[in-house]
């Protein structure tokens, strides 16, 4: 039997081998994919809302921060600025505290106004949390209402923030 040194390649395997490659490939794009819906499906999305008056889901009239996604968010910081300044806390208050010093809510108002003391904390998904409002929904009246939606509507507000993959996010609440 006589061997060629120049031996026509069997298209079979060359074949084989191509699809062998197409799959490892399609097999690496699944993967991200995969890992990419995994990060996407624990995503938090803050938003700021302010409700102007108690209304079911939200008894507490006043600015709140709402995780709408469906990861946790890992706050970071938060910015608050009142008619375009930055609010700056002075000792060991904190800055929702002087925000609410700086708005004339902590002395003179008929109802009690209640801020966060801390943001060094998780926001699990679906949940608020109030950052400055009315303790007690139910001291609200109309009046009351235009008192406290009157210094709010100065605030306007920055956080930032990172899901558990360590991805940062920024959001922010402007005048009304």
Known sequence: MRVSKHTKPDWSQVATILIAFLALGLS?????AARQHERLSVKPILQFERVNAPVEGYPQPGIHLVNCGNGVALLESLTVYV?????????QASVLEE??????????????????????QALPAQQRRLLIGM???GDYTPER?????GALARVEARVTYRSLY????E???TRP
């Not at 360590?166 to 996010?169: L, S, V």
């Open 171 to 173: 959001s922010a609440l």
């Open 28 to 32: 690496m794009y699944e993967f991200r």
């Open 145 to 149: 209402g235009a008192v406290l939606n």
């Open 99 to 120: 925000t609410t010093r700086t708005l004339g809510l902590l002395e003179g108002q008929d109802f009690q106004v209640a801020y966060s003391i801390s943001l060094a």
């Open 166 to 169: 360590g991805d940062a996010y």
């Open 135 to 137: 303790k007690n929904g």
């Open 83 to 91: 008619d375009g300044k930055p609010v700056q806390p002075a000792g």
